[in-house]
């Protein structure tokens, strides 16, 4: 017998970061042609599920990509890719900026570990000190602006209320969850 259905089930995280991202104006479209790709206008396209290593989820790609456009500035969201290109290591301080900045927006919440970025670049963000926005490489001082851009500027409170109910649920999950979930380590570095 078949019944009609009227609801649909999504990750309630994924559910948190896909209202902000449209609070902020942007579209987000899931391909398989594509890992994450910013359009230059409203639309940010990230792959799919099949796509992601274990340790990834939608809510921290679009986290990421916030913060990517954070570093770059405003005038970056009207340029394809946020104005960066990723075929060859010449935005690779841009890159780790931007994981300086989601570990300190990250850290206050207690989901710098939960949310953390992928790819090999991480292997740079897991190295960053209990203070991300601190050092002498390259990629501090945009880190630092990216940063005052996501706790001073228009898209603050929008991030700080994702983050917060992001780590509401992350405490909820973190009662349940085995040892190998990430939501084990939400209150983690």
Do not use: K
């Not at 740079?124 to 390259?138: C, H, W």
Request: proline letters at 5%.
């Amino acid at each position: 017998m078949l019944r009609a259905m009227s609801r649909t089930y999504r990750d309630p995280v994924d559910l948190i970061w896909l209202g902000t991202a449209a609070r902020l104006g942007w579209r987000v479209v899931r391909s398989h042609e594509v890992y994450a790709a910013w359009d230059g206008r409203d639309t940010l396209t990230i792959g799919d599920e099949r796509d992601f290593d274990p340790d990834d989820c939608l809510a921290q790609m679009i986290f990421h990509e916030i913060c990517h456009a954070l570093v770059e500035g405003p005038d970056a969201l009207a340029q394809v890719d946020w104005g960066l290109c990723n075929y060859d290591d010449g935005d690779v301080l841009r890159e780790y900026a931007c994981h300086r900045v989601q570990a300190a927006l990250a850290d206050p919440y207690g989901l710098r570990a939960v949310l953390a970025p992928t790819t090999v670049y991480r292997p740079y963000f897991e190295a960053l000190g209990a203070d991300p926005l601190a050092g002498d490489d390259g990629a501090v001082a945009p880190a630092r602006a990216g940063y005052a851009r996501g706790t001073e500027g228009p898209w603050a409170a929008v991030i700080a209320e994702a983050l917060a109910a992001t780590a509401a649920v992350g405490r909820a999950a973190a009662a349940y969850a085995p040892a190998q979930s990430l939501w084990s380590q939400v209150g983690s570095r």
